[in-house]
């Protein structure tokens, strides 16, 4: 009998149909919300490695922020998404050596609150907020949210893309 989460609510199945399954490994409450009942959390490698051998399929992280954490973003809090986000800022490192095309995909995901209206947006289209210049020539809306301008996360995002420059396609 093993976990699986139904919008933060945990149920407990068997591996009966353990082949519907798949298993992410990690010990973080945050994900769970953007889990459907297709998936099982494993708390360590070993049991990780248990359900797959018994034929649950295994999703790295990078997959399943991809395919299930991104497209889910706006319709979390959006506090619950930032923490999700500072998370995988944390882990990105190995990310990208699971995945190299992760950070081209980063790049142009829209997951980035932007300062005003908090819409979604991707770092290559927001400006970086510590250029005095671009702040004095920009709306706030080109900017991320304030959450984000915290240092170890702005080195993540100039990695993708965020605009330290005008171009002249932004001036006209």
């Known amino acids: 009998i093993f976990r699986r989460y139904k919008q933060s609510i945990v149920e407990y199945v068997s591996m009966c149909d353990a082949n519907e399954w798949y298993v992410i490994e990690g010990n973080t409450s945050s994900v769970q919300v953007f889990m459907t009942p297709r998936f099982l959390l494993a708390s360590t490698k070993a049991e990780a490695i248990f359900l797959i051998s ?14 299930v ?13 930032d923490r999700v986000i500072q998370e ?3 882990q990105f490192p190995s990310s990208y050596v699971e ?7 980063l790049s142009n995901a829209k997951f980035i609150r ?9 770092p290559k289209d927001l400006y970086d907020p ?3 210049t671009m702040l004095s ?30 171009s002249w396609k932004t001036v006209l």
């Open 54 to 67: 018994l034929g649950a399929k295994s999703m790295s992280k990078t997959v399943f922020f991809k395919n």
């Open 69 to 81: 954490i991104v497209p889910q973003l706006s319709e979390v809090n959006p506090d619950v998404a």
């Open 88 to 90: 995988m800022f944390l």
């Open 99 to 105: 995945d190299r095309n992760f950070v081209e995909y």
């Open 114 to 122: 932007s300062h005003e209206s908090k819409k979604l947006q991707s």
């Open 130 to 132: 510590e250029i005095p």
């Open 137 to 166: 020539l920009m709306g706030p809306d080109s900017f991320p949210d304030e959450f984000y301008c915290q240092q170890h996360i702005l080195i993540y995002l100039r990695q993708l893309g965020l605009q330290s420059i005008l």
